[in-house]
C-alpha cells in the first residue's frame, strides 16, 4: 500500500530565509508522481509543484523546489525566500500511474512565516 | 483555466438526514476523487470514479456512497448523516497531465 508521511505538524520560519517541509513515501509501485499543495486560510488547494518518479532532474518552480531522493523515498519540498503570504498548510502527495491515478496526502504541515 | 464546482461552501444537516454533495467540472476529465479532510489527518479518500457509472472505493468508503451518470458530475452521498461526518469535504478532477484540480471544498456540520 502507499504511504505518505510529513512528520512536521508545525513549522515556524523567519520572512526572507528559506525553509524545507519534509515528505517521505512508501510504494511498490515502479511509477508515481510526487506532488506538494498549499492550502492557505481559505481552504482551496493549491498545485505548487510535480515530480515524476522517473524524473532525472529536480522540480523547480518559481521560489519552490523538490528535492527528490528516490533511494531514501523522500519529496521535501523547499521554499527560498519565505513570504508573509507563505503562512498555509501544506500537503505532500503521490499519485499512482495506472487507472485509478489515485492521489494520496500526507497530513499536512502548517507553516508560519515571522515578519 | 479548468474549474471544480462544488455547490455548497457550508453545510448543516441533522443526523439521520440524506445529505447530497454535488461536484461538477468543466474540462470533460475522467477521473474524479471525493476527500474528507480532518484536523491533524490531511486528506482521506473516500471514493474515486474513472468513467461514467464507474466508482471505486477509497480509504474510508463507509457511510458514504457515490454516483456518477454524467462525467462532469461526481455526487457524494451520506445515507444517513452522523455527527462523526462533520468535516470538511473537497472534490477533485484529474486531466491526462497528471494536474490534478480541487474545489473550494463544502465544509458540513451534521447535529
Known amino acids: 500500500a502507499q504511504k505518505i508521511t510529513q512528520t512536521q505538524p508545525g513549522m515556524f520560519v523567519q520572512e526572507k530565509e528559506a525553509v524545507t517541509l519534509d515528505c517521505t513515501y512508501d510504494?511498490?509501485?515502479?511509477?508515481?508522481?510526487l506532488f506538494w499543495y498549499k492550502q492557505p486560510s481559505s481552504g482551496e488547494m493549491i498545485f505548487l509543484i510535480y515530480?515524476?518518479?522517473?524524473?532525472?532532474q529536480n522540480a523547480t518552480e518559481g521560489r519552490y523546489s523538490l528535492n527528490f531522493q528516490k533511494a531514501r523515498k523522500s519529496a521535501n519540498l523547499v521554499i527560498s525566500a519565505s513570504q508573509l503570504g507563505d503562512s498555509a498548510m501544506y500537503f505532500c502527495?503521490?499519485?499512482?500511474?495506472?487507472?485509478?491515478?489515485?492521489?494520496?496526502f500526507g497530513s499536512g504541515t502548517r507553516l508560519l512565516v515571522r515578519p | 483555466d479548468v474549474k471544480v464546482t462544488q455547490s455548497s461552501r457550508y453545510l448543516v444537516k441533522r443526523t439521520g438526514e440524506k445529505v447530497f454533495l454535488e461536484c461538477v467540472q468543466d474540462?470533460?476529465?475522467?477521473?474524479m476523487f471525493w476527500y474528507r479532510q480532518d484536523p491533524g489527518l490531511g486528506l482521506r479518500l473516500i471514493y474515486f470514479?474513472?468513467?461514467?457509472?464507474?466508482?471505486e472505493k477509497g480509504d474510508i468508503p463507509e457511510g458514504y456512497s457515490v454516483s456518477r451518470e454524467k462525467k462532469e458530475r461526481f455526487s457524494l452521498i451520506l445515507e444517513s448523516a452522523s455527527t462523526n461526518q462533520t468535516s470538511m469535504y473537497l472534490c477533485a478532477s484529474r486531466d491526462r497531465g497528471s494536474v490534478y484540480t480541487f474545489g473550494s471544498g463544502t465544509r458540513l456540520t451534521v447535529v
Open positions: 515530480q515524476g518518479s522517473y524524473d532525472q
Open positions: 502527495a503521490m499519485s499512482r500511474m495506472d487507472s485509478s491515478y489515485k492521489l494520496i
Open positions: 510504494t511498490s509501485d515502479p511509477s508515481y508522481g
Open positions: 474540462m470533460d476529465h475522467e477521473n
Open positions: 470514479s474513472y468513467d461514467v457509472k464507474m466508482k
